[in-house]
Every structure is written in C-alpha cells, then in structure tokens.
C-alpha cells in the first residue's frame, strides 16, 4: 500500500509538447510538494501546497501548473516542454506538527526526457 | 552561501568501518533536520530526523546536531556494502513549507 504515489514513472516527449504528472499521497498529511532533482542529484523545491492552497512557487516558470483538486492529490502539468525541463521530478507529502515538521515521504519519482 | 552544505564526495570507506558524513546550514531558526539516503535510480528515504542539540542513535546510525554551530552530522557504523548510496541532508524551518536539501555525499563502502 503506497503512501505517496505518483504517475507516471517515465516519461519520454518531443520539444514542445504538454505533459502532466499525477501524485497522491494517503498519509492524510497535510502538505505536498513537487521537487525537482537534476542530474547532480540536486533536489530543489518548485512548489508546496497546505490544505490545497498554494504556499510556495519556487521561481518556477509559468509553463509549469500544480493543481490540488483535494489534500491528498497534487499534479504536474507541463506546457510547451523544452530540453531543460528534462529531470526527475518527486512528489512529497509531509506533516506538521507545532513548530516541528515531521520528515518528508516521497514518491518513487518521474523521470522526465525531452527530446 | 549555499542553504544547507555537504561535500559531495565520494567518501570511500571499507567494509566495516565507520562513515562520516557532515553537513552544515544557514538557517538559524531551522528546528527539524533530517537525513535521506538514495540509491540511484530510487526515491529519498528517511535514514533518521533529529531535532534537539545532542546524538540520537538508531541501530548503527547516530546523527548529531549542533544548532550553536549549525552542524549536523551522521555516523554509520559498520559499514556496509548495501550502505553505498547518495546520503541528503535536510533542513525545514517552521513556517517555510519547504525542506531544503544539500547537494548530498556519495559514499562508497569497498568491500
């Protein structure tokens, strides 16, 4: 039983084209975000949702919209993909609790190729 | 500066030994530290959190904070060959909604 799962697990386009990527969590946590984590392993925040409302838009291009329908989903989509957008990209969830964050869960990441 | 530091390696040590692993962070309001290993091709997964000054240890790991000197460590001890992966340190502060991540260390245990 996955805690947070996303979909799908690879995903190969063309230059150009639009792309979304799925992710639930059922942890019940209140927060997800979407990670981005490049070639150097480097895993950098795009975004985070509290109680589905946006919090957090890491400087991220507007080509890319998070949308939480509900706390436990939160999805990707991609407009108008370009060679740079290739990367892995992970959902998480997490939960806070006072002034301390419980650690994040990831999924098992997307792996994202433009071509 | 860089939020949260780690050298990248690889940190190569044999088997049985103890690795070291150490990571440093900018933030000085930062309360919850966390450290993930990853294998490649895999997702992060939570090696240990800690979130007071001092050790917590789990098994053959023991991870220590000093938030004076904004200094997180992880200890492994009797290293392993199925330890070889990619080791992040995290760091959240409250009310940031973000885990920010160093660049990680590869460690390498020769069997």
């Known amino acids: 039983d996955t805690a947070v799962s996303q979909t799908p697990k690879y995903l190969v386009t063309q230059m150009g084209n639009d792309k979304s990527i799925k992710c639930e969590q059922n942890?019940?946590?209140?927060?997800m975000y979407w990670y981005k984590q490049d070639s150097k392993k480097f895993l950098k925040i795009m975004f985070s949702?509290?109680?589905?409302?946006?919090?957090i838009n890491e400087t991220v291009p507007n080509r890319f919209s998070p949308k939480s329908p509900d706390k436990a989903h939160l999805n990707l989509h991609i407009n108008s993909l370009e060679l740079g957008d290739s990367a892995v990209y992970f959902c998480?969830?997490?939960?806070?609790?006072?002034?301390?964050?419980?650690?994040?869960?990831f999924g098992q990441g997307t792996r994202l190729t433009v071509v | 500066q860089k939020e949260v530091e780690q050298n990248s390696g690889p940190l190569s040590v044999p088997e049985g030994a103890i690795a070291s692993l150490n990571c440093t962070y900018s933030d000085r309001g930062s309360q919850s530290f966390f450290w993930y290993r990853q294998y490649s091709g895999k997702s992060p997964e939570l090696i240990m959190s800690?979130?007071?000054?001092g050790d917590k240890e789990d098994g053959r790991f023991t991870a220590q904070l000093n938030k004076a000197s904004q200094y997180v460590s992880l200890l492994i001890r009797d290293s392993q060959p199925s330890d070889s992966a990619t080791y992040l340190c995290a760091v959240y502060t409250s009310g940031t909604y973000k885990y920010i991540f160093g660049t990680g260390t590869r460690l390498k245990v020769l069997a």
């Open positions: 800690i979130y007071s000054n």
């Open positions: 949702y509290n109680n589905k409302e946006l919090i």
């Open positions: 998480a969830s997490s939960q806070v609790r006072g002034q301390v964050n419980t650690e994040a869960f």
């Open positions: 942890l019940g946590h209140d927060t």
